[in-house]
């Protein structure tokens, strides 16, 4: 059965330059920095890629629950990692493609490299602002020395960026040798490191790591969202990526059913309870957990009554809290998911 952890999160954005674009071709001027938008009906909306939200995770992921990140190699114009889901829990849960060139033998000639890919356990959309913003333009001077200052602009937007992301929870700690596009995570003749052996089992040509390892890594993975930091021109545009809002649930469905949760109303940002309860009934068979929803006091204090109405609806099938308590509820039921 289809195991799937689904999330929804809303990151309150002030004052934020978080993700830029560079210098743009057609600036007037080089001492100028864009950040990332794009057009949708004649409108701007900026975001967040999502490399960089994936980058805050991993970092988090290192400083905060002490992972261990795969080493990274390079050659000439190629980077990869090192392809050890067992040894290094960011190739298990965010994947990999490793590619190296082949080497040449003593005759010249090229011999072919085993190239090893994972799809990602981890999935994840980029962060995009609720509502269409305009970002707003800043000029900054360097003079710290004599004669006159060196100008340069920037860029910077105050508002409510969502996002989703995913968690398939039956391939988090499972590795494939198969040569099928995203399965030959390892090797063909890979052998279970001795180190390994009490860790690991291997059942056919399907590697798969001891439930508690699996267990660890996917509460670790997602224990990380309330600490995540990171983003650009944090010395002067200071921000708080981790989120204000969060909804995590887990459903025997690939299909993220969270994904229009968040709208605007009267032109700000605005978390959208009906929709939320409508996919909660729609999907009540293929609920696996209870829906942990999370809200920082301070962000969309509105809700708050519409949000406790929809816990009573839904008769402890959903529980409302902080952020941090909501992806501390939902940790306690991973077990219950991994076989």
């Known amino acids: 059965m289809t195991k799937v952890v689904h999330g929804f ?145 920037h860029e910077f937007y105050s508002t409510v960026l969502k996002g989703i992301f ?48 699996r267990i660890q890594r996917i509460s670790d993975a997602l224990s990380a969202i309330p600490h995540l930091s990171g983003g650009a021109m944090l010395a002067r545009n200071l921000s708080r990526v981790a989120p204000s809002l969060i909804v995590l649930g887990a459903y025997s469905t690939g299909s993220h059913i969270f994904s229009h949760l968040a709208t605007t109303k009267n032109d700000a940002a605005y978390f959208n309870t009906g929709a939320l309860n409508q996919v909660l009934s729609d999907y009540e068979s293929d609920r696996l957990t209870k829906v942990y929803i999370g809200r920082e006091e301070g962000f969309m204090d509105s809700v708050n009554d519409d949000l406790s109405s929809l816990a009573k609806k839904h008769g402890g099938k959903v529980i409302v809290g902080s952020v941090a308590s909501a992806v501390r509820g939902f940790c306690q039921e991973i077990p219950s998911l991994v076989a």
């Open 9 to 153: 999160v809303m990151v309150d954005a002030w004052g934020s330059a978080l993700n830029n674009a560079g210098l743009q071709p057609s600036e007037r001027t080089e001492n100028i920095v864009r950040t990332k938008v794009f057009w949708r009906e004649r409108q701007a909306y900026p975001y967040v890629s999502g490399q960089s939200w994936r980058f805050w995770w991993r970092s988090t992921l290192a400083d905060k629950m002490g992972w261990k990140l795969s080493p990274i190699s390079r050659e000439a114009k190629i980077a990869y990692t090192e392809a050890n889901p067992i040894a290094y829990p960011d190739d298990d849960i965010f994947g990999y493609m490793r590619a190296p060139k082949g080497k040449k033998d003593a005759e010249g000639k090229k011999t072919p490299s085993e190239t090893l890919t994972r799809l990602s356990v981890l999935k994840n959309s980029c962060l995009v602002s609720v509502g269409p913003q305009r970002p707003t333009e800043d000029f900054g001077t360097f003079s710290r020395f004599e004669g006159d200052p060196v100008p340069y602009e």
């Open 166 to 213: 995913s968690l398939d929870v039956e391939s988090a700690g499972v590795f494939k040798t198969m040569a099928t596009a995203g399965s030959r995570n390892l090797p063909e003749d890979f052998k279970i490191p001795k180190e390994y052996a009490q860790k690991c089992k291997q059942v056919d040509r399907v590697f798969v790591l001891d439930r508690a390892i």
